[in-house]
């Protein structure tokens, strides 16, 4: 593996993303002057950079525990990472976490949070950050690719916490650029101008630095850099990106696929009003879900207001025929 293109390198400029890094900085700077802590939301598509962001301002100040949820899933073994705790319940590991945290201060990082996808083990770690915050008032950093995450929050949380919001919307196609060619120079790689931009244009579609180091990467290994070549890398890339995507959602989450394939195609639109009634679930719930998988790029909402026999309605239909197929086919529908 190329440390340059992998997604623990941690560049010495991270390019246009500097007013996020600064507001990054300052939550730490003020907790280092002035012990006090301001906790903030980092949201963001995959590969939008969240992640880099953080570490970088980690490595500069040296003043957090990151925890990584992908590997954790559950509040318990969350908490327990912080330190290394051997403690045997969940009210000692609490305890002790916060005994920790008041003889060494540090800003708490929990990346990929929306791992923690079992509502009950959502709600318990939500509830320790709450304890936590109160008894030691050390900053709480969430990252999450779910906008809508404060929404799953119980309202005493909220109130507590006071997440401010940090959000890193998707690169562009010359930022992008700028990007590849920062790592292919670090790499001391000769590469066509017209394969940097192709490569770019296509990682734009999804707004990620990520994708993009995949292809260049997958381009080095089998040292192919014709466009025949790159446009099958990242057919493969997305396919796995699909896989991965279906396999991290809820249940919850999986009935709404469902039920959005039987009532509409990848043209049809349905209304929130339909999916409301067929899921059985509440319009609030209903609206959180539509967010979710815009988020994720999968689904397109509208509104549209009919007047005041119709009043105000949102549709909703898929972001496009390759989101249809791909999400009909691993549904087990094709």
Not at 20 to 35: G, P, V, Y
Not at 128 to 155: A, E, Q
Not at 156 to 181: G, H
Request: one cysteine or more.
């Amino acid at each position: 593996m190329i440390e340059e293109l992998s997604e623990d390198y941690i560049p010495d400029e991270v390019l246009h993303r500097e007013e996020q890094i600064e507001k990054i900085k300052d939550i730490f700077q003020n907790f280092l002057d002035n012990k006090i802590g301001t906790n903030i939301i980092i949201f963001g598509v995959t590969g939008s950079g969240k992640t880099l962001l953080v570490k970088k301002v980690m490595k500069e100040m040296n003043n957090a525990i990151y925890v990584s949820c992908d590997n954790t899933l559950t509040a318990f073994k969350t908490l327990k990472t912080l330190f290394n705790l051997n403690s045997k319940t969940h009210q000692e590991i609490l305890e002790t976490a916060i005994k920790e945290l008041k003889k060494n201060p540090k800003i708490l990082i929990f990346d990929e949070i929306d791992k923690i996808s079992r509502s009950e083990d959502f709600t318990k770690l939500m509830s320790n950050f709450n304890t936590i915050y109160r008894k030691t008032m050390v900053p709480i950093i969430l990252i999450t690719l779910k906008r809508d995450i404060l929404n799953n929050m119980k309202t005493d949380v909220r109130k507590t916490l006071l997440f401010e919001k940090l959000n890193l919307p998707s690169y562009n196609a010359k930022e992008l650029k700028d990007i590849l060619k920062q790592r292919i120079s670090k790499i001391k790689l000769d590469v066509d101008e017209g394969i940097i931009n192709y490569i770019s244009a296509l990682a734009a579609q999804y707004g990620s630095a990520r994708l993009l180091m995949n292809l260049l990467l997958r381009c080095i290994q089998k040292n192919d850099f014709s466009f025949d070549f790159i446009d099958g890398a990242f057919k493969q890339i997305i396919k796995e990106d699909w896989i991965d995507f279906i396999n991290d959602i809820n249940p919850t989450e999986r009935e709404f696929l469902r039920t959005l394939l039987y009532l509409c195609n990848d043209e049809k639109e349905v209304s929130a009003e339909e999916l409301e009634k067929k899921l059985n679930i509440t319009r609030q719930r209903i609206y959180q879900l539509i967010n979710t998988f815009e988020n994720y790029s999968v689904i397109i909402s509208r509104h549209e207001n009919l007047g005041r026999a119709g009043g105000r309605k949102r549709f909703v239909k898929f972001a496009s025929k390759e989101a249809y197929d791909e999400i009909n086919k691993f549904m087990g529908y094709e």
